[in-house]
């Protein structure tokens, strides 16, 4: 099987994960405590209104009949209109996935930029001082939550040093969603760096010691050239996995952060769709979330073949 016929059939395998999270998501949130109709109107509606909002968006339905209706939608690509914006859901979740995709795109790239040198310094220093400190600097990440994280660099670069970034928002144009972004980035980045520098050191201390890279050192090549060209190439094909495993988790993180940055994106729109029992939107989220860590998956496996020749989709 080539590499084409590999992501077509990795792409007809999404069908299948899709619909089975349609399904546990619909029926998960419908044994949610609450009454959308009831949230709406609030406590002192009358059984009667209440009931009359429950015909209008069929909610008075059996599940199952309720569930065959949003399927049949979602095939002709309409996943329902949301209960409380009055608008379509689809619409809602297109106008915030840039933020979310923003978001975790700039979090990978800083993990990169950060996880690669401090692994090769690590590396190249074997038991040293310096790899010493790239190993037990790296562990804050892993040590306090996220959401710690996020709120403890709010409070030094936002409010106390004279808001170096700003506090909240996805900022206006390329600049403006840099720096906007920024801190968001690097609260996801201080999730996986960690990771990525221990998986990458690993490799690349296994690299080392291998023959070819002997043979290179024999040739009077300097040390830099031998670890940039010869051993890194080979040592970050075994990262690419884990990195695409952590963007995958990544894709259901980003629900608290876009929370403590107060980001316009599907995360927090998942949350305050919960919170109102909007069940079109809480699916249509979940639907779209499913499908990026399938996509996230897909692209580690496309992206380790292309570093990988002996890869073979069989």
């Known amino acids: 099987m080539d590499r084409a016929s590999f992501i077509a059939h990795r ?39 209440v009931a009359a909002l429950h ?35 689809l619409r809602l979740i297109l106008d915030r996935l840039p933020v979310t995709l923003w978001l975790i795109a700039y979090g990978t790239l800083l993990s990169v930029l950060v996880a690669v040198p401090l692994a090769a310094l690590a590396a190249s220093r074997r038991d040293g001082a310096a790899d010493q400190a790239v190993r037990a600097v790296p562990l804050v990440g892993l040590g306090f939550p996220q959401f710690w994280i996020g709120i403890v660099l709010l409070l030094v670069f936002g409010l106390n040093m004279g808001r170096v970034f ?4 996805y900022g206006n144009g390329f600049a403006g969603h840099v720096n906007s972004m920024f801190l968001p980035a690097v609260t996801v980045a201080l999730g996986i760096v960690p990771i990525l520098v221990r998986s990458l050191r690993a490799s690349l201390l296994n690299v080392l010691e291998a023959d070819y890279v002997m043979t290179a050192r024999s040739k009077g090549l300097s040390e830099r050239r031998v670890l940039v060209h010869h051993a890194l190439r080979n040592a970050v ?6 990195l695409g495993v952590n963007i995958a988790f990544l894709v259901g993180g980003t629900l608290v952060i876009e929370q403590v940055f107060a980001l316009p ?9 919960i919170l109102q029992r909007d069940f079109p939107v809480v699916q249509g989220v979940t639907l779209v979330f499913g499908i990026m860590v399938v996509l996230v998956y897909l692209a580690t496996d496309v992206l380790h ?3 990988d020749p002996r890869v073979r989709f069989d």
């Open 265 to 273: 994106g599907i995360g927090q729109l998942m949350i305050s769709s």
């Open 166 to 169: 700003p506090v909240g928002g």
């Open 11 to 49: 792409l007809v395998q999404m069908v299948p994960v899709a619909i089975g999270v349609t399904v546990l998501v619909f029926f998960m949130i419908h044994l949610v405590p609450g009454d959308p109709a009831r949230t709406m109107l609030g406590v002192h509606a009358s059984p009667a209104r």
């Open 305 to 307: 073949s292309l570093l």
């Open 55 to 89: 015909r209008q968006w069929g909610l008075d339905k059996p599940l199952p009949v309720q569930y065959e209706r949003f399927m049949v939608r979602l095939f002709h690509g309409d996943l329902g209109n949301s209960l409380f914006y009055r608008t379509p859901a």
């Open 237 to 242: 094909i075994s990262t690419v996995s884990v």
